[in-house]
């Protein structure tokens, strides 16, 4: 008896393999929870813009068209979840690109010279505009607000703008591509297709103003402070890749990954 065999310790517990079974089962009967909590919450948030569709739909007279399509509460069949990192999400960067598994990583650069992240944001969705007021405005129980932000077409967002106005930020967001081509793309030249129509009042004031020289002067800065910063993180200092799972692991991850490139910077401009 001094020498028991250990699966006599614990005559209740399950054969490894039946053991390994039911892990299985748990994990995926939670991720399954999760994708329906994650529907719901979507539909929830997609239901203001269907009842004004709605109502602007029952409101018509004559040929009516097809009626607009209530947010469906349920899972698609196709949406996937991963089982060890539930928090992030299938991504790709273009439709060139192939879908990865990955979080959405933010920065706020000063575009005064110095190149510091100022503050960063994870979010898991491929899209930057949910975040972006979000991101900007946790500025403020730290370093303070700034007086301008520049952001991409990516970030164009009309309740975005609304909210960093409200607090006397003035943004300047790209309306569509300022540059439709490459100048150094030598491909063939597409077909060429109408110009998508501007119709929201926010959209035409923002693109009229950085069409003035003022505006444009400013937002031509962006290029030139975000984009060497990423490039710098991902080439000079190698890192590509999260090691992390979860949401509030992976969001401490890249708050250390822009302190070192603070770090870094800050010694580059004492050496200047």
């Known amino acids: ?9 614990d005559p209740q517990a399950l054969p490894e393999a039946l ?33 004004k569709k709605k109502a602007a739909y029952d409101a018509k007279t004559g040929r009516r068209g097809r009626a607009p399509k209530p947010p469906d509460e349920e899972p698609p069949p196709g949406r996937q979840i991963s089982l060890t990192d539930p ?6 960067r273009s439709d060139a690109h192939e879908f990865r598994q990955a979080y959405n990583a ?13 503050t960063t944001g994870v979010v898991a969705t491929s899209a930057d ?49 300022p540059c439709a081509r490459r100048p150094y793309d030598f491909r063939p030249h597409p077909a060429a297709k109408e110009p998508r129509r501007i119709t929201e009042p926010w959209r035409l004031a923002m693109k009229k103003k950085l069409e003035t020289t003022e505006a444009g002067d400013v937002y031509r800065l962006r290029k030139q402070t975000v984009e060497p910063v990423f490039g710098i993180i991902r080439s000079i200092m190698g890192f590509r890749r999260f090691s992390l799972r979860s949401l509030a692991k992976v969001t401490t991850e890249w708050t250390l990954v822009a302190l070192a490139y603070n770090c870094k910077r800050v010694a580059r401009l004492q050496a200047a």
């Not at 008896?1 to 310790?9: G, I």
């Open 106 to 118: 933010q920065a706020v650069v000063c575009a005064e010279g110095s190149q510091l992240i100022v």
């Open 19 to 51: 053991a390994r079974r039911e892990t299985l089962k748990a994990k995926l009967d939670e991720a399954c929870a999760r994708l329906e909590a994650d529907a719901k919450e979507q539909a929830e948030t997609a239901r203001p813009a269907y009842e």
């Open 87 to 92: 928090d992030s999400r299938l991504m790709r």
């Open 1 to 9: 008896a001094e020498h028991a065999d250990a699966t006599d310790s």
């Open 129 to 177: 505009a949910p975040s972006f007021a979000d991101t900007v405005l946790a500025m403020e129980d730290t370093i303070g607000l700034p007086e301008t932000v520049l952001a991409d077409t990516g970030y164009a967002n009309g309740q975005a703008v609304r909210k960093l106005r409200e607090k006397g930020i003035d943004p300047l967001v790209a309306i569509g591509r």
